[in-house]
């Protein structure tokens, strides 16, 4: 190949689909050309030692002795092959090649061949036979150099993303969902471990990194290579979970080439299935998908939740159903470490949604106070939007730790970052923008100068620094009540809603007899509920009929009689004053401020009646990003307008003129 980086290579090998155009359908693309280009690259890779293996095999099999558990030593890495076969030698046997393919994805170690069966290869195998397409492939795919000396393992972990994002857009599923750009991966892995530069370069350090969504392993990779390429002789330990199928496959044959135990790559779902229950991480990193509902696992999460309470993942609370970005978050803080075994730090990709969805008692606002009361929550940062493969919005770093320096404790620094990218030349999907390695050090060193820049109004990044106590994200929701106040008539209107008021119809039975009770009634208007019910008695007594008993009849009398007026008689409940819905709002009261306070100077002003029931006070906690960044810009002269105007005029009649002649 002329060309080997990533994206190239990924084209490269992308061309196959020419040869499956009309016996495949384009979604099913990848289904092909992803295992082909794990086979290949695992092919590449044990090359080397291919003749070791065999002859060992053959020696330990001369004695009587399975030589499984030898041969991982001579092939070099965990896995091996078996058999004498290549994808080239297959080619030309043209006679067995579905027979001889088959053996060969056989004579895989079994920790290799779980990957095949994964992207259930063998059925991919048999197709390409069927439609005559076999010998095609694998000539194809034998032709591609992807040695560890020509393409790296870096390198090739770029191409499998571009090759996964490929899949997805033929799939029209959401490329966002199986893995991150590479330069969001960098600045997120240098903001989660640079706080820790001393540690990490300790000689022979060890630390455990993990990936509750890890896709094809991009982070986990970003994470190890920082370590190491701060301490060489440093000991990084990957972990990672993740749901579909094909990107496990290519994140666990990348660990296998990387001598990384692929065994601590899980399939499954980390809500319903957490497979590394037992385990805490020093590092957790991950990108969710954006609004994924959660619906699949709504019972085992909601199981849980009621029935360990916060000896589980999801005691504060669930999010709506609709977006479970929440619940990653919950179900890393579970991991962290004590903090006598030295704690944890994490970091998150989000949308805007977990800022400030959901008011106070729900299920996001508890999740936010729950991480706030505890102090956790170190920072958010905000990125460029158009940064993502399939999405342009807004998009946001939190980054949590249970061990804060005592600089951080009790705080949270918002970052502003969003102006930090440059303009690609050419998108791909929704990403139009991304971060060059020069904004990447400009973010990371405006992290660590964070409280330095807050409060230093002379700093030359002051402006996007703001630091909050963990308190000022929260608020009372109080709820204010205003008198419910009534006039009193009868109209037309009123007998047809006697009518058809049910409580009405059960105390009387005959609602006729009753309605014609009421018809002298219309026309007449009472200023207080006494003078009315007084008057409404006489008409029924007039008609022989008795005042029923039961508050349920006097209230469905006063719906459909009383009248919302601002002068009107105000309505009583047990001697107190009766609130009105119609009137009921809402107030955020900073939580450290008296409430009494705030109605004395916010809300009675306006409305002197009104009071706070304070039952229905709740606690809720958010995090207006936007907001506190805000920097008004005040409306353009009309001047200036007009004169722009008048310009614009002026080059229409130009124009007009030039058409004209």
């Known amino acids: 190949m002329s060309d080997t980086t990533p994206k190239n290579l990924a084209n490269e090998i992308w061309q196959v689909a020419d040869l499956l155009r009309g016996d495949y359908k384009r979604a099913d693309y990848g289904k092909v050309i992803l295992p082909f280009a794990v086979l290949r690259r695992l092919e590449c890779v044990l090359e080397p030692t291919r003749e070791a293996v065999l002859k060992a095999q053959e020696r330990w099999q001369a004695k009587g002795v399975s030589p499984e558990p030898f041969l991982p030593k001579e092939a070099g890495y965990a896995f091996y092959n078996r058999t004498a076969h290549t994808l080239a030698s297959i080619a030309g046997a043209h006679e067995d090649a579905r027979a001889d393919l088959h053996r060969y994805v056989r004579g895989f170690s079994e920790n290799a061949r779980l990957v095949f069966d994964k992207f259930r290869f063998a059925e991919q195998i048999d197709h390409l036979a069927e439609v005559k397409l076999l010998h095609l492939v694998l000539s194809k795919f034998a032709d591609f150099d992807l040695h560890p000396s020509v393409v790296s393992n870096h390198e090739m972990g770029y191409a499998f993303e571009e090759l996964i994002r490929k899949f997805a857009e033929e799939s029209n599923e959401t490329a966002g969902e199986h893995f991150t750009p590479r330069e969001v991966i960098k600045l997120m892995v240098n903001l989660l471990l640079a706080p820790d530069m001393e540690e990490i370069k300790v ?355 006063r719906d459909v009689v009383g009248v919302r007026c601002p002068e009107g008689e105000v309505q009583t409940k047990k001697g107190e004053p009766e609130p009105d819905p119609d009137l009921r709002d809402f107030e955020n009261v900073p939580l450290d401020e008296d409430i009494a306070a705030y109605m004395e100077r916010e809300v009675l002003p306006h409305v002197p009646d009104a009071w706070v029931d304070h039952d229905k006070i709740k606690i809720g906690y958010e995090i207006p990003f936007t907001r506190h960044f805000y920097v008004y810009e005040p409306p353009r002269p009309l001047v200036a307008i007009d004169a722009e105007l008048k310009l614009l005029e002026l080059e229409i009649q130009q124009l007009i003129g030039k058409v004209a002649k």
Request: hydrophobic residues 35%; aromatic residues 10%.
């Open 203 to 557: 000689p022979n350090m060890s630390r455990s990194v993990y990936d509750p969504a890890c896709g094809t392993g991009g982070m986990l990779s970003a994470a190890e290579e920082f370590v190491l390429q701060h301490n060489p002789q440093g000991n990084v330990y990957v972990f990672g979970q993740e749901l579909n199928p094909e990107s496990w496959a290519i994140c666990r044959s990348d660990m296998m080439i990387k001598n990384h135990y692929a065994e601590n790559i899980k399939l499954g779902n980390s809500f319903s299935e957490d497979l590394l229950a037992d385990r805490k991480f020093d590092y957790m990193l991950s990108n969710p998908p954006f609004g994924v509902e959660w619906k699949k696992v709504k019972k085992a999460v909601e199981d849980e939740r009621d029935n360990l309470g916060y000896r589980g993942r999801f005691g504060a609370g669930t999010p709506r159903i609709n977006d479970g970005s929440l619940l990653f978050l919950q179900h890393m803080i579970s991991k962290m470490k004590p903090v006598h075994e030295g704690g944890s730090r994490l970091a998150i990709v989000f949308n805007g949604s977990p800022l400030f969805t959901g008011a106070a008692g729900s299920g996001e606002s508890e999740i936010r106070r729950w991480i706030l009361e505890n102090d956790w929550l170190e920072a958010i940062v905000a990125l460029p939007d158009q940064l993502f493969y399939n999405t342009g919005i807004s998009t946001y770093f939190w980054i949590l730790t249970n061990r804060k320096d005592p600089a951080h404790k009790g705080k949270v620094m918002l970052i502003d970052a969003r102006d930090y990218c440059v303009k690609m030349r050419k998108s791909l999907g929704d990403k139009r923008k991304q971060i060059s390695d020069e904004q990447i050090d400009e973010i990371t060193r405006l992290y660590g100068e964070a409280l330095t820049a807050a409060s230093d109004p002379e700093h030359e990044l002051h402006g996007k620094v703001k630091v909050f106590r963990n308190r000022d994200f929260g608020y009372q929701r109080i709820t204010v009540e205003r008198p419910l106040k009534l006039r009193f008539e009868v109209t037309e209107e009123t007998l047809d809603e006697i009518c058809e008021s049910k409580p009405i119809a059960r105390a009387f039975g005959d609602i006729e007899q009753f309605v014609s009770a009421f018809k002298p009634l219309v026309g007449q208007q009472w200023s207080t509920k006494a003078e009315a019910w007084d008057a409404i008695r006489r008409a029924l007594v007039k008609s022989g009929l008795l005042w029923p008993s039961g508050s349920s009849f006097a209230k469905a009398l």
